[in-house]
């Protein structure tokens, strides 16, 4: 190499940040979405079992089967714990600073359509809410998914893929001749 001078060097060192900074930008965006995708997961495999415990308990409610009642209360009551490291108490007020520490503040609204489950389920007319529950595993089911955004992670997942989402409805089947899927 010949003799660099001073503003040679200046220039070779900023192609050199340039790279480093282009390098680690790349690795801190890789990383930050695996851990935005593993959180993803997570969630919804715990939304998964929630999901299932809510309908068996709905279920069991319907066909009068007390006994495997309790074993989804039980299922359920675990899952609201486990929920509490996803959706810790919001913490204002100093509200419940005498609780434990996970139980300080007020409780995320994702959990508490949990509890209110939970105890309806445990009344001895709880066969007579079975609406109310519906009505609050919808709440859930839209607490989540505001959480989730499936839309905007579906977005993203078209702009850089080829998966894409058909954005028919049932109206639009209806509306349509049905000939038409026949000769296509």
Known sequence: MKNLGISDWIALGAVTISVVSIVLSIITNTKNYEL???????????????INALIALKLNLTLNNDY??????????????????????V?????????????????????????????????????????HLEKLQREFTSKIFETIKPYKHIKKIQRYT???????????????NPDSFFNS
Do not use: H
């Not at 209360?73 to 810790?88: A, D, K």
């Not at 300080?104 to 079975?130: A, P, V």
């Not at 080829?162 to 349509?176: A, E, R, V």
């Open 36 to 50: 935005t995708c593993q959180q993803r997961k997570e969630i919804l495999d715990w939304y998964n079992n929630v």
């Open 68 to 89: 495997d009642k309790i074993d989804y209360l039980i299922e359920l009551s675990s899952l609201v714990e486990l929920g509490r490291f996803y959706f810790p108490n």
């Open 91 to 131: 913490i204002k007020d100093k509200y419940g600073n005498e609780k434990p520490l996970a139980y300080q503040g007020y409780r995320d609204m994702s959990l508490e359509y949990l509890i209110w489950f939970y105890d309806i389920c445990m009344r001895d007319d709880c066969k007579n809410y079975l609406k």
């Open 162 to 176: 080829s998966i894409s989402l058909n954005q028919k409805t049932i109206n639009d089947y209806l509306s349509s």
